[in-house]
């Protein structure tokens, strides 16, 4: 996720939407204050040979806590992860941590994608060599991980927080007109990095069953329905 204090914008990063690549090209844009959260080592390393800003300022200092930022540090993250921003966060702690003022000043955004398409990029995204079946996928956490990382991040007690959402079936679109709205001073590039995951490149249609597509659905009916996707 990126936070641009220069440019007033949170994108919020959801699962299999080509986040890791407006990630990095938003990177661009950014300067030293504002908040970068890590990604993968080699999409850090595409990150670095563009010239862009890497991971920076996404753990809050200690001086800056406040007394339940300490109980939650101690007795609530088993991880000691505390108050800090990371790479799927969910908007209600974005918010909790940024604090309410900038929260509701800057412009707020992410992206969705035709669930049925995305469970099928998550699928070659994780089993890669693997002869797991889809059928075995869709009972898996990579599966469940795809809701943690959807419409979670972007709602509050199911009530939908950001400005806007784009659809990464528009995404050029969406990146000329994200660039009018912050008002960027040039383009938004996107780079290339996990399409080499999905080695077979045919329709989504073709890797699922009705049964398949049935499952699907019952799981992501709230999206499929608020965003008009189709099979």
Known sequence: MIISHKY????LKTSKTAGTSIEIALSKFCDSKDIITPISPKDEDIRQSLGYKGPQNYI???????????LNFFFKYKNKRGKQ????????????ILGYKKWNEYYKFCFVRNPWDRV???YFWRIKNSNIKISKFLKSKHYKDLIKKGENIYTINKKIVVDEIFKYEDINESMIKLKKILNLPSEIELPVTKSSTRKIKKDYKTFLSKNHKDFIYSTFKKEIKKFNYKY
């Open 120 to 122: 099928v990029s998550q």
């Open 85 to 96: 921003y990371y790479n799927h966060i969910t908007a209600k702690r974005a918010k909790n």
């Open 60 to 70: 809050s200092p200690f001086k800056d806590y406040k007394f339940m930022d300490w």
């Open 8 to 11: 007033k914008f949170i994108f």
